[in-house]
């Protein structure tokens, strides 16, 4: 197991915490994260460009001159494809982009990008912490303490109104709860910090292998 310092908001070290070889020991698997931020970034699509064919276009009913004596192409149709004004051919239609990526997959997916982070020596604790009230001076001072800098993804346990206001305003910052980690938030940010009862309850019930 590798163990990683525990911080308070002030920079100071307050002990170690184990990082169990479960979730941050195994070896990453690459294709697997591919797969699982490939579905994550497919299901995020909107799905909704839509164009119209020529049976959905307005008008053509008649056709707009004779065939044969004007001198000019065959038209039979004010909405056909090479008018102005006509369908669109083979243009795109509502659709969902989502495909289907197996639990263990996904499970495998998220344990490798915590693993890669780990190795890479990007994974911090902080010993629990709160604000009275939100402050983004409070939020930043923080990090100061830490010497962060870079992009960071902040890991809580539990719902904190005043900490998530504090923190939203921070560029660098992305909060997200330890039941909505996922893999692409992960591998998005340089930096990954989790509160001390966020990765307990990570950890808790992980098979050491």
Sequence with gaps: ????????IEGNKKGDVQL???YFGCKPNM???HLEVRRQLAAARSGTASTKPRSMVRGGGTKPWRQKGTGRARAGS??????????TVHGPQPRDFAFKVNRKVRKLALRSALSTRAEEDLVMVLEDFSFSEPKTKMAASVFQALGVEDYVLLVLADEDENLVKSVRNLPFVEVTWVQHLNTYDI????RLIFTRSSLERLQEGAEDE
């Design 31 to 33: 294709p697997v994260m």
């Design 187 to 190: 591998l998005a940010n340089d």
């Design 1 to 8: 197991m590798k163990q990683v310092p525990v911080y308070d």
């Design 20 to 22: 169990r070889d479960y």
């Design 78 to 87: 004010i909405r056909s494809p090479l008018w102005r004004g006509g369908g």
